[in-house]
């Protein structure tokens, strides 16, 4: 069974500073997706970045960054230029490829970090 | 184009009775799957449903439930509910099939149990 974890329940960070969220997992998989989702005070989870496993480039969105270290199964998340409205519960996932799970979707979540953006 | 949409979104029930819950996902997804979300527990995933067959399954008990219909809305229920199924119950859509790798969530419904 894998495994997420992510060992910083709190973080906080100055608006417009640039901030990193640590994720480890354990997997015997080789191929695999990884995901960071946000969840701010509405609840509504909202997808930030995907990276796939044999996929060594980085995977980035707009201020949003991943340093995935697939020997270390390590898969970070860097907020740049952080703002007011990224503040929110972030969630790292994993999720076994569909020819591994016979098609099937599944997430595995880690505890969160609960980030607070500071003005 | 809409995203998942649940229904309710907030609902208070007694111990003892079943709740049913809706989902109905974003247009050409044809898995649905549903997480419950506790403080103590974090996110645990329940069932994923496509083409109206139930795929996979947590290690939930059987009061849980769920279907999915041929537009590939999707309901689950709970029986005999009991304090510690009080949760944000989040749905979830994908392609399914062999690509569509990427899941999306609607706004959840929170069941409070008294």
Same mark, same amino acid.
Request: include cysteine; charged fraction near 15%.
């Given at each position: 069974a894998q495994?997420?974890?992510?060992?910083?329940?709190e973080?906080?960070?100055q608006?417009?500073?640039t901030?990193t969220?640590?994720?480890t997992?354990?997997?015997?998989?080789n191929?695999?997706y990884?995901?960071?989702?946000?969840?701010?005070?509405s609840r509504?989870m909202?997808?930030?970045?995907?990276?796939e496993?044999?996929?060594q480039q980085?995977a980035?969105?707009?201020?949003?960054s991943?340093?995935f270290q697939?020997?270390?199964?390590?898969?970070s998340l860097?907020?740049?230029d952080s703002q007011?409205?990224?503040?929110?519960?972030?969630f790292c996932?994993?999720m076994t490829?569909p020819?591994?799970? !016979?098609s099937?979707r $599944? #997430? +595995?979540? !880690?505890?969160?970090? $609960? #980030? +607070?953006v500071l003005? | 184009k809409a995203g998942?949409t649940?229904t309710?979104?907030?609902?208070?029930?007694t111990r003892?009775?079943?709740?049913?819950?809706?989902?109905s996902?974003?247009s050409?997804h044809r898995?649905?799957?549903?997480?419950?979300?506790?403080?103590?527990?974090?996110?645990q995933?329940?069932?994923e449903?496509f083409?109206e067959t139930?795929?996979n399954k947590?290690?939930?008990?059987?009061?849980?439930s769920?279907r999915?219909f041929s537009?590939s809305?999707?309901?689950m229920?709970?029986?005999?509910?009991?304090?510690?199924d009080s949760?944000?119950?989040?749905c979830?859509?994908s392609l399914?099939?062999?690509?569509g790798?990427?899941?999306y969530?609607?706004?959840?419904s929170w069941?409070?149990v008294?």
């Amino acid at each position: 069974a894998q495994t997420v974890t992510q060992s910083q329940p709190e973080m906080s960070v100055q608006e417009a500073e640039t901030v990193t969220l640590s994720c480890t997992y354990d997997t015997s998989e080789n191929n695999y997706y990884l995901f960071w989702y946000k969840q701010p005070p509405s609840r509504q989870m909202i997808l930030v970045i995907r990276q796939e496993a044999y996929k060594q480039q980085n995977a980035t969105e707009n201020r949003f960054s991943v340093n995935f270290q697939k020997a270390a199964k390590s898969f970070s998340l860097k907020i740049s230029d952080s703002q007011l409205g990224d503040t929110a519960m972030y969630f790292c996932a994993f999720m076994t490829t569909p020819e591994a799970s !016979g098609s099937a979707r $599944q #997430l +595995t979540f !880690g505890s969160g970090t $609960q #980030l +607070t953006v500071l003005p | 184009k809409a995203g998942v949409t649940q229904t309710p979104r907030y609902l208070i029930k007694t111990r003892g009775q079943q709740v049913t819950l809706s989902c109905s996902p974003i247009s050409g997804h044809r898995s649905v799957s549903w997480y419950q979300q506790t403080p103590g527990q974090g996110l645990q995933f329940l069932f994923e449903y496509f083409s109206e067959t139930q795929r996979n399954k947590g290690n939930f008990p059987g009061r849980f439930s769920g279907r999915q219909f041929s537009n590939s809305r999707s309901e689950m229920n709970v029986s005999t509910l009991e304090l510690g199924d009080s949760a944000l119950y989040l749905c979830a859509s994908s392609l399914g099939g062999r690509t569509g790798n990427t899941i999306y969530f609607g706004e959840g419904s929170w069941l409070t149990v008294v």
